[in-house]
């Protein structure tokens, strides 16, 4: 059986995906996320969970945009390391912390987050959503919001 995630890790871990795609790995880019932003109503005291965080474009830019709280977790270690690059340049490196782990299999704590965020995963992978969700639901707070 053919594993969707190891594929993705190596594809988007691939230099060249940086150059063929750019920073933001998924389609709409930072354009969607900033979307994304204003109808979960994120703002400066937000705690944002985002799930197949790939290099980072998007937690780094809702950080930087509206000064949230962000923890970011790809599959990728290249993913960890751009994105980390990328926070410090952009001066928020102490607001976005990187996590390389599969959300499936990894505790990111219950309860934490007001805004979970799946732009790349759950739009590629539609038959992932239902067990992804159920694994990442508890991290929520009591209405806490899901895009």
Known sequence: MLDVNACCAVTYGHPLARVLLGDSLHSGGLALTSRLKA??????T???????????????HLAQSKGCRMTAVTLECEGVVAGEDLASREGVGERVHFVEADIMKTDVGAGTFDSLMTECVSCRFSRITPPLRAASSG?????GGWA
């Open 139 to 143: 991290s929520l707070a009591p209405k």
């Open 39 to 44: 109808l979960m109503g994120i703002g400066a």
């Open 46 to 60: 937000s705690n944002v969970l985002d799930v197949g965080s790939g290099l980072g474009a998007s937690p780094v």
